[in-house]
């Protein structure tokens, strides 16, 4: 795309029905002759029925005077511009199909009228001839009045500063990048809620773990890990609970070793769901050795009804995920929450399989290495109303990963009482956690280097019913959260009956925590042992990640830049050559024949 082409965002197609003169008489008198009908219209555009006008009874020079207005969506837009260009400008097909309403019988059929509605004339009214409609063979006559015009409406670009006003509908925020050299590179994209008084709002926050809020009025399409696709979030924005203020959209390079230097390009749309037209584009500069992007927010407006989504494209050169950014978050909620108190070291860990292992002192309270008292909550959802026992347990192994210990239902206490289990919940329908297993970290015997949480289906059935397994680890006292782990593929539970979920282990005088997730077979912790062993053995944990150390917040939104929203302007006034239409992919062949037969 250059710089002086123009994007779409949709066409809008005026068709009014105004009259209709000398029509065919299809209704019959008492002396058996046909001499008035009782018409109405039927609006086609590119085959597809779009509305019908009102019945006028007993007259063959009717006057409707309705208007029927057409939105394509983006898609649909540009695939019109892409079949005009490779058919030397012929534009969009309509058909008008009349008709005699009939009580006690089918609709008789008046005719056709067929109209081609083109980007490059004018609006125009005329009279169009009435003609025998396809599969269907007796005499008909007279004309429609019928006014058309064509618009188009240009996409609205918009850049950091740049404000839009949303109303109660749905929208999906639609991510794509490219890569630089075909890399293996996984970003992720966020949608953050704020209460009113600027905390993080958790239950209503979308991530690449957690991919619905509290009412599924947030919706994340899952996370991608490789360029050339898209992440959706969809937010219905009439849904979403009242105590929810503003929604953060969040970039982040999850790949360590990585940055925004390895990404080509990428772009953000905003798209009316029931439309499907792009309501603004964004493309973010992605430069230099950044790792993550404050996008963009949405705001309820002070009155309650609807939303403003405000441009806001800020980097920060070392956060792999939101959990990190909490205090920018709330920094830059200070427009509307002007009394909240920002602690630059707070954070939240939001851990994944296969990610980097953290320090427990990174993610504490200031001035407090780490809390003297940690506890280790695991929660599961059953699914299909089936009631599982199922058991978590912790299991210690030395630093050459023989067992040490193991806590579970039957032993609920620590050899050197360091570590304590809350108790057996057998169900998986207690309230928050389902099992917790608390920790003493200062106390555990010195021979203990790794303590593995692991869940078992006690009665062994396969935990193939369990949804929304998780985990989390948090300060005792406090009850804030230190890292927080969600399983997001459930399916690798098929045809297991146990989970190793998570690992504690030391790392010179620092205890640190890595995500394992790995499905395993025993009913008991003891028959997960070896599971444990294999799996700590074969998978040396790498580098804790680093996290940043900011001893102040400075962030805030930023000014308002004007934006100056175009109505749609009349097609034939613009240089359809000079606009941008993005790849298309290829369609499958019509059926034999691909000419459209309206249905009667």
């Known amino acids: 795309m ?26 019959r008198n008492i002396l058996y002759q ?124 918009t850049v950091r500063g740049n404000s839009i006003s949303l109303n109660g509908e749905t929208v999906n925020v639609k991510l794509d990048w490219r890569l630089e050299g075909g890399s ?68 982040t390079v999850a790949t360590p070793g990585k940055s925004f230097e390895d990404v080509n390009s990428a772009s953000v749309a905003v798209v009316n769901d029931s439309t499907k037209c792009t309501l603004c584009n964004f493309t973010p500069s992605l430069v230099g050795d950044h790792t993550a992007m ?68 990174d993610y504490s309270s200031p001035n407090q290495p780490v809390p003297n008292k940690v506890t280790f909550g695991l929660a599961w959802d059953i699914t299909n109303g089936r009631n599982v026992d199922l058991d978590a347990s912790a299991i210690c192994l030395d630093a050459s990963f023989r067992p040490v210990d193991t806590i579970y239902f039957r032993k609920l206490r620590s050899y050197d009482n360091a570590i304590l289990h809350g108790g057996d919940e057998r169900e998986g329908d207690e309230r928050g956690d389902d099992e917790k297993i608390h920790l003493w970290l200062q106390n555990v015997n010195p021979s203990v280097a790794h303590i593995g949480f692991v869940v078992n289906s006690y009665s062994g059935q396969e935990l ?66 070896d599971e444990l062993q294999a799996f700590l053995r074969n998978n040396p944990p790498p580098p804790p990640a680093e996290v940043p150390e900011p001893e102040i917040v400075v962030n805030q939104m930023p000014e308002d830049v004007e934006i100056v929203v175009e109505p749609a302007v009349a097609a034939h006034e613009i240089d359809t050559s000079n606009i941008f239409i993005p790849p298309i992919p290829t369609a499958a062949k019509p059926p034999a024949g691909g000419v459209f037969v309206p249905t009667y």
């Open 2 to 27: 250059t710089e002086d082409q123009i994007q779409i965002s949709s066409i809008e197609i005026d068709i009014a029905i105004l009259a209709g003169r000398d029509l065919v008489a299809k209704d």
């Open 34 to 157: 046909k001499t008035t009908s009782d018409p109405y219209v039927k609006v086609y555009v590119n085959g597809l029925y779009k509305g019908q006008t009102r019945v006028i009874e007993k007259n063959l020079n009717p006057s409707w005077n309705e208007k029927f207005k057409i939105h394509l969506s983006t898609d649909e837009s540009n695939k019109l511009l892409a079949k005009m260009r490779n058919n030397g400008g012929e534009g969009l097909d309509f058909y008008l199909l009349i008709f005699d309403k009939d009580e006690l019988s089918d609709d008789d059929s008046m005719g056709i009228v067929r109209g081609n509605l083109s980007l490059t004339e004018p609006p125009s009214t005329n009279w169009m001839k009435v003609e025998t409609a396809p599969y269907h063979s007796k005499p008909v006559t007279g004309e429609l009045q019928v006014k058309t015009a064509v618009s188009i409406r240009k996409m609205l670009t």
């Open 184 to 251: 293996n590179i996984d970003l992720d994209t966020s949608c953050v809620a704020v209460a009113r008084n600027g905390n993080i709002l958790m239950d209503e926050t979308v991530y690449f773990s957690d991919l619905v809020n509290s009412n599924a009025s947030l919706l994340h399409s899952g996370d991608v890990q490789s360029g050339g696709k898209s992440e959706v979030i969809t937010c219905k924005l009439g849904s979403i609970k009242q105590h929810v203020k503003a929604l953060y959209f969040i970039l």
């Open 294 to 361: 404050f996008l963009m927010r949405i705001m309820r407006k002070d009155t309650g009804h609807g939303w403003i989504l405000s441009i806001i494209e800020d980097t920060d050169h070392t956060a792999r995920d939101f959990g990190s950014l909490i205090p920018e978050i709330k920094a830059y909620s200070k427009d509307f929450a002007p009394g909240i108190v920002i602690d630059p070291r707070e954070r939240i860990a939001l851990m994944r399989k296969g990610g980097s292992p953290i320090r427990l002192r």
């Open 464 to 529: 193939d019913d369990v949804s929304r397994a998780s985990c989390h680890l948090f300060d005792s006292e406090t009850k804030v959260d230190i890292a927080s782990y969600k399983l997001s593929n459930n399916h690798a539970l098929d045809k297991h009956t146990g989970l190793v979920m998570a690992s504690l282990y030391r790392d010179d005088d620092d205890w640190c925590m890595r995500i394992i997730s790995e499905a395993a077979h025993g009913r008991q912790a003891q028959d997960l042992i």
